[in-house]
């Protein structure tokens, strides 16, 4: 993998993670091309513009997309215009750059809701390139804890399995997984 896009919502909670996933890809995996987005203050167009530009720079080369914010069953909702109204990238103006893209993209999807965008993909007719791991179900809630356990499984070298989390009391969701015949471009080794 040569180059990663690491997407941050609003809220400060979700910058440490997102921030420890651009470290970690440019220090330890020595991924020369990762670009770090606060995405906040970005109207949709801006940001899926952003999204399909550094990934057609990706070339045919493996591309990670990883976004840390909140979500629900229709995309991200990264931000909101004077404290009101969200900003939303939704999963069907995502799902058409990761279906025009020529070459394997992995989408961290660290969101609530974030296994809609699983179930989108899984939908889709073969053959395609992309992979997806949501940190919980079409319905479960997320707290930013997947990426940072991502990172602990790469640094040992392995595969990330998809885990249970209980953030509410007597509610637990699993993560999900999608498009995993894609895992071999990604799970990076340490240089």
Not at 3 to 9: E, L, T
Request: hydrophobic fraction near 40%.
């Amino acid at each position: 993998m040569k180059s990663a896009m690491v997407i941050m919502g609003h809220h400060s909670c979700f910058s440490a993670p997102g921030r420890s996933l651009i470290d970690f890809l440019k220090r330890v995996c020595r991924i020369r091309y990762v670009v770090g987005i606060l995405a906040a203050h970005r109207d949709a167009d801006d940001l899926r513009s952003v999204i399909a530009i550094h990934a057609t720079r990706a070339e045919r080369q493996p591309f990670l997309l990883a976004y840390i914010g909140h979500g629900w069953d229709d995309g991200w909702y990264y931000g909101k215009v004077n404290k009101k109204v969200w900003h939303t990238l939704g999963y069907d103006g995502l799902e058409r750059i990761l279906k025009e893209r020529r070459g394997p993209t992995l989408v961290l999807n660290d969101t609530c809701r974030s296994g809609s965008l699983v179930e989108r993909v899984r939908a889709w007719k073969e053959p395609h390139e992309a992979s997806v791991i949501a940190a919980t179900s079409p319905k479960g809630t997320a707290m930013g804890e997947m990426t940072v356990d991502l990172i602990k499984s790469w640094r040992e070298h392995k595969t990330y399995e998809p885990r249970r989390r209980e953030y509410i009391p007597g509610r637990a969701f699993w993560e999900r997984r999608a498009g995993l015949v894609h895992d071999r471009h990604f799970f990076p080794k340490p240089a």
